[in-house]
């Protein structure tokens, strides 16, 4: 006598998607329908999302599953996920670190003095793609080399809009192609193909994108030119200005360093973020006029937050008053 399978047969095509489609569904008339046409107030996005997951586990108990495999699944996906929720907290305790040590001011100040206003879009779009290339996070690259980009951008007079969309674009194309990218290797192997496969089937699409933004970011610059709004805002008083609140020094190359050669050696992301903490929040205290409590006030400060906006790229450039402690010239 043969032993039925208990195992649920594979869905149609309609029932894999229909969380989707209720999905969108909800997103519609949430975010769009009932602000725009009804004049009610925009539904909750966590509470659209807790109702197509309640949709989604629904139909899985419809077609059979158990509660059991329901949540295997739930953890297996979880873990996966769990090594890039690590890298985003970490991120903004490495901002934090790099402005308190003075290491953005530091490449800031040099930035600003070295490179020409007529090149920094080009360049707001190509550094953070080899930044990225390396490290492998799109969200790494944007919150450190990207603010100081930002910085640069904004003491030179660039358009913070036009900055902004080039340093997110360069960080996620290079993270996209990026071998030790996370979401890279993830779509890789869910589509069971070898990595470097997927990576060269993406040129395809990512080249010709990338080529177009790099020659529009070019013209921009090269037909109107960035310039500062005010004497003030020159890129040699900026710089002055950044040198009188913090102390430059050749060790506070070491944070970014560390990032780049680990990435190059090919260590894993989260372990080389902590390490450049570490070495970062060491540097300020022994070359900043901070103790220690400012020190950790300023990463308390940006402990788990990660932002691409405009304003937050805004407010991070202004590094004095973004890092969260009181700073004062020194005399």
Not at 45 to 73: D, N, P, R
Not at 127 to 138: D, E, R
Not at 192 to 218: C, D, K, N, Q
């Amino acid at each position: 006598m043969t032993t039925p399978s208990l195992t649920p047969p594979a869905p149609s095509f309609f029932q894999a998607t229909a969380p989707a489609w209720v999905l969108l569904t909800l997103l519609l008339y949430g975010l769009v329908l009932r602000p725009l046409a009804f004049a009610q107030a925009p539904l909750a996005l966590e509470a659209i999302f807790v109702l197509s997951a309640a949709f989604a586990m629904a139909e899985l108990f419809w077609l059979g599953f158990s509660w059991t495999e329901i949540q295997g699944a739930i953890i297996h996906r979880l873990g996966r996920a769990l090594p890039a929720i690590f890298i985003l907290f970490a991120i903004g305790l490495l901002v934090g670190a790099w402005i308190i040590s003075g290491t953005i001011p530091m490449l800031v100040a040099w930035g600003v003095t070295l490179v020409s206003p007529s090149w920094i879009y080009p360049l707001a779009f190509l550094i953070p793609v080899l930044f990225s290339l390396l490290t492998g996070t799109s969200w790494g690259s944007a919150g450190t080399i990207g603010v100081v980009l930002m910085g640069i951008g904004l003491s030179v007079g660039a358009d913070p809009a036009v900055l902004a969309g080039a340093i997110i674009g360069g960080a996620y194309f290079g993270d996209k192609l990026s071998p030790l990218s996370d979401t890279t290797n993830i779509a890789a192997i869910a589509t069971e193909v070898p990595l470097f496969s997927h990576i060269r089937a993406m040129l395809w699409t990512t080249l010709p994108a990338a080529g177009l933004a790099l020659a529009v970011y070019t013209a921009l610059g090269l037909l109107d030119p960035p310039a500062p709004a005010t004497d003030l805002a020159a890129p040699e008083a900026f710089a002055a200005a950044l040198g009188g609140l913090f102390t430059f020094h050749p060790a506070l190359l070491l944070p970014p360093l560390i990032v780049l050669a680990g990435a190059w050696r090919g260590a894993p992301t989260l372990p080389l973020l902590l390490l450049s903490i570490v070495v970062a929040t060491g540097l300020a205290l022994l070359l900043q006029p901070f103790d220690a409590a400012q020190v950790t006030a300023a990463l308390k400060r940006h402990c788990g937050t990660v932002g691409t906006g405009r304003a937050l790229f805004h407010e991070r450039s202004h590094l004095h008053r973004y890092a969260g402690v009181p700073l004062r010239r020194r005399h």
